[in-house]
């Protein structure tokens, strides 16, 4: 299989970012999209709702429902699976991108920002996975792709912002142990993570660390993403992947298009260890 046409994608944080960017991606091979986000007005600073992004994957050429979804909400993602798969006629593949993200170390994450990444990373990872599990068991080449590192125990992606990591590994746990759950059943779960920094609005959360000349842009994750969503869910699952290898393994290994200014140094993301080769 190498299209999504007529697959119904469920994307949760999809009103902006990588979450868009696969949702479009997914768009121009003619697929339904589901666009699982809060976001339903304009925001004085962030672009995107979740009314933009069904116009474009509409104009993309997929067909689009937006659904104003706080994941946090189990009850929420429930009935939003439900109307997907009600509009729709099923759902295919489950994208949990959505995700909060806090920066800082111990003494300095307020308890509320630590419960918003534990509920929004960890917590939403597994409510979307249950509420859509129903369908994914009937789909033909059922998916399930996360958007979070290879769990990896090294201390320095722990200490700076323990609360962070904790969250964004415990998604990946929920990926490994699901894969394993869930393998008899053909359903893939996978995860995948960019090499270097993306170029969206969470670069803010970085303090001016990394430039945007620094950065890659969302469609390389987006068409990584498709590259995982488009193969054999009995033969690709368990895998944590990273954005360019995903790419390689489907033939795609120029990547200067991606840069947001080509030919400039790359900044490599969180916990991905630097490339000296």
Known sequence: MTSLAGKTLFITGASRGIGAAIALRAARDGANIAIVAKTQAPHPSLP??????????????????????????????????????????????LVNNASAIWLADTPNTPIKRLDLMFDVNMRGTFVCSQACLPWLRRADNPHILTLSPPPDLNPKWFGPHVA??????????????????????????????????????????????????????????????????????????????????????????????????????????????????
């Open 48 to 93: 995107g709702t979740i009314h933009s992004v069904a116009a474009e994957v509409e104009r993309a050429g997929g067909h689009a429902l937006a659904l104003a979804v706080d994941i946090r909400d189990a009850e929420a993602v429930a009935q939003a699976a439900a109307k997907t798969a009600e509009t729709f006629g099923g759902i295919d593949i």
């Open 164 to 277: 962070y990591t904790l969250s964004k590994y415990g998604m990946s746990l929920c990926a490994l142990g699901m894969a394993e759950e869930l393998r008899d059943a053909g359903i893939a779960v996978n995860t995948l993570w960019p090499r270097t920094v993306i170029a969206t609005a969470a670069l803010a959360m970085l303090g001016g660390a990394v430039r945007p000349e620094q950065c890659r842009k969302p469609a390389i994750v987006a068409d990584a993403a498709h590259a995982i969503l488009t193969r054999a869910a009995r033969t690709c699952t368990g895998r944590h992947f990273i954005d360019e290898d995903a790419l390689a393994e489907a033939g795609i290994t120029a990547l200067d298009a991606y840069a947001v200014q080509p030919g400039a140094a790359l900044a490599t993301d969180l916990f991905v260890e630097p490339d000296n080769g």
